[in-house]
């Protein structure tokens, strides 16, 4: 079966750095993606990764492993506003998005 | 529109009636898809179109159907509404004839509760 798991809730402190992991066992890989999600907000989206390694857009770094099937997102300087849910997504063989449960992030003064 | 619409934003429906929740994309994107939202289980896709004229069968189909008449409006029908349908439906498009990755745009959601 195909299998995403990310963490159910994280807290960290305003300004501070948080990561976020994300592991899967799907059938195929064509990429994986984040996606934030405010309450009562649709998905939008963060970052796509396809290759190894990291890439960087401003304060969101979005990593991937493929042979570990491991990805993780990580937030610097947080603010108040990074206060949400964060969903990974794996495309699979069929180019369907297979996605996971959400890691809900509470961010404190 | 700019974007992604969706109707009605909330609706309260009594089990066994019939229901059709509408979305509507101005992006001319190809691909659309229909996904279900419950805590703890992350978004479930219902139905999908990779373009007008054709649909397919997602994870969670059971109790939907789908139509894809044209490019922007791709409805979702419950034939006869159940509780186990209340949930938050969201529809999304993305265009997967660029040749790069596709990213799924949202519309707002639309939260049914099925009593």
């Known amino acids: 079966g195909q299998n995403i798991d990310q963490p159910t809730e994280m807290t960290a402190t305003e300004g501070a750095i948080v990561q976020i992991n994300c592991t899967y066992q799907?059938?195929?890989?064509?990429?994986l993606f984040w996606y934030q999600q405010h309450a009562g907000e649709a998905p939008t989206f963060l970052s796509y990764n396809v290759l190894d390694g990291l890439e960087e857009k401003g304060r969101f770094s979005s990593f991937l492993s493929r042979s570990k099937g491991y990805s993780y997102l990580l937030l610097k300087e947080l603010q108040m506003k990074d206060s949400a849910s964060y969903l990974c997504a794996v495309v699979d063989s069929n180019y369907q998005l297979i996605w996971g449960a959400g890691t809900k992030l509470i961010i404190k003064p | 529109i700019a974007g992604i619409t969706q109707a009605p934003t909330s609706q309260i429906l009594a089990a066994g009636r019939r229901m059709t929740l509408r979305c509507t994309q101005d992006m001319r994107h190809n691909a659309m898809y229909w996904y279900r939202q419950d805590l703890g289980l992350g978004l479930r896709l219902i139905h999908y179109s990779n373009t007008a004229g054709t649909t397919g069968k997602g994870e969670v189909p059971d109790g939907y159907s789908v139509s894809r008449a044209n490019t922007d409006d791709f409805p979702l029908t419950l034939a006869s509404a159940v509780p186990s349908q209340t949930s938050v439906y969201f529809c999304a498009s993305s265009d997967t004839n660029r040749g790069t990755y596709n990213e799924q745009f949202f519309g707002p959601g639309t939260r049914l509760t099925v009593l």
């Open positions: 799907t059938s195929g890989f064509n990429g």
